[in-house]
T-cell receptor, first 112, second 108 residues
C-alpha cells in the first residue's frame, strides 16, 4: 500500500496494558481515519481527523485516543486494553474528496 | 438498514469460472470503491468508479448511478483471486460507508 505505513503488523497484549498503533502517510492528505474490522461486522470507524490538530470520534471510539500533531502522522492509542479490543485495525488516508483511498497493512491485535 | 449492501456474502468458484459480486447503496455518491483484502493482508483499492465501466486485467467494475448499483466481475478466475472484496462509498468528512464484504474462494 504505497503511501501509508502502519505498524506493528501483529501485537499481543495483556488486559490492562496500553499501546500505540502508528500510522504515517506521505501523500499530504488532510483526512485520516482508524477502523477496526471484526468478523461479520465489516469496517467500523473508531476516530478520524480532517487535518493537523483536528480529530473527532467515529462509531466505536471508547477505549481509544488519537492525536494529529502533523499532517503525516495519526497514531491510535489503546489506554487500557480489553479482550473486546481484539480485532484487526486499519489506518486509512483519504484524498480527493473520497476518490483516493489508501489503507495501511493492518494490525492484528489480540488482547488476552 | 445498511447504506451499502453486498451479495453474496460468501462465494466459492472453480478455477476459470466467471465471477460477479454485487453492491447496492442507498446514498447519493460521487464515487464508489472496490477494495480487495487477501487473507491476513492489507486492504487495497482496486477501482474507483464514478460512472460506466473500468477494466484492469481480468477485473471489470461497472456502476449504474441511477439504479445505485455496482458490480465487480472477475473473468477466468484463479486461486490467487481468493480474497475478501469490499464495496465502499464516500460519505461526509471523507469517510466511507462499507459493505460487509464478499469472501471469495477459488478452488484449483
Amino acid at each position: 500500500n504505497a503511501g501509508v505505513t502502519q505498524t506493528p503488523k501483529f501485537q499481543v497484549l495483556k488486559t490492562g496494558q496500553s499501546m500505540t498503533l502508528q500510522c504515517a502517510q506521505d501523500m499530504n492528505h488532510e483526512y485520516m481515519s482508524w477502523y477496526r474490522q471484526d468478523p461479520g461486522m465489516g469496517l467500523r470507524l473508531i476516530h478520524y481527523s480532517v487535518g493537523a490538530g483536528i480529530t473527532d470520534q467515529g462509531e466505536v471510539p471508547n477505549g481509544y485516543n488519537v492525536s494529529r500533531s502533523t499532517t503525516e502522522d495519526f497514531p491510535l492509542r489503546l489506554l487500557s486494553a480489553a479482550p473486546s479490543q481484539t480485532s484487526v485495525y486499519f489506518c486509512a488516508s483519504i484524498g480527493g474528496r473520497g476518490t483516493e483511498a489508501f489503507f495501511g497493512q493492518g494490525t492484528r491485535l489480540t488482547v488476552v | 438498514k445498511n447504506e451499502v449492501e453486498q451479495s453474496p456474502q460468501n462465494l466459492t468458484a472453480q478455477e476459470g469460472e466467471f465471477i460477479t459480486i454485487n453492491c447496492s447503496y442507498s446514498v447519493g455518491i460521487s464515487a464508489l470503491h472496490w477494495l480487495q483484502q487477501h487473507p491476513g493482508g492489507g486492504i487495497v483499492s482496486l477501482f474507483m468508479l464514478s460512472s460506466g465501466k473500468k477494466k484492469h486485467g481480468r477485473l471489470i467494475a461497472t456502476i449504474n448511478i441511477q439504479e445505485k448499483h455496482s458490480s465487480l466481475h472477475i473473468t477466468a478466475s484463479h486461486p490467487r483471486d481468493s480474497a475478501v472484496y469490499i464495496c465502499a462509498v464516500p460519505r461526509s468528512g471523507n469517510q466511507f460507508y462499507f459493505g460487509t464484504g464478499t469472501s471469495l474462494t477459488v478452488i484449483p
